[in-house]
């Protein structure tokens, strides 16, 4: 890993309603006056998991008030995807999203191989202890890089 000063991230994943938003706001909380933070999602999705809100704020984390959005809606909103210093992916489809901006941008995009807890657990208890899995990974790979 570079020790160079990363200055912007962006965390994307497939609908920016689990992973990516947990790891915005990690992110946000453990290193949001050094570093500008954003998410986005290959697709849309209208609000966060509730569970990936619930153990979110587990760790003091709020992520309730997020908005899920896409590459597409962040570029329509003004945000110039190329700005940012690195790129996250979170799952194999953002990755592969976010290696088409170096085809025009030359950009850093790492892999992180996160767990999707969705439909994993057939109770509420085993549902929110994937969660945690995927949080903890997170967390772990935030501290781990920055």
């Not at 990363?6 to 920016?16: E, H, R």
């Not at 996250?88 to 953002?94: K, N, T």
Request: proline share 3%; glycine share 4%; charged share 25%.
């Amino acid at each position: 890993m570079s020790l160079e000063k990363i200055q912007s991230v962006l965390f994307c994943c497939d609908l920016n309603s689990v992973r990516s938003p947990m790891a915005e706001g990690i992110c946000k909380k453990l290193h949001g006056y050094s570093i500008f933070v954003q998410s986005a999602g290959v697709l849309s999705n209208s609000e966060v998991d509730p569970f990936a809100v619930e153990v979110s704020e587990e760790i003091g984390v709020i992520l309730e008030k997020h908005r899920s959005r896409t590459f597409k809606e962040m570029e329509a909103w003004g945000d110039d995807i190329s700005s940012f210093d690195l790129i996250i992916a979170l799952s194999p489809a953002s990755q592969r999203h976010a290696l088409e901006y170096t085809r025009y941008f030359s950009l850093k995009i790492e892999y992180w191989n996160i767990l999707d807890p969705v439909d994993i657990g057939d109770t509420r208890n085993a549902r929110l202890n994937a969660y945690r899995i995927t949080r903890d990974q997170i967390l772990k790979n935030i501290e781990k890089r920055f």
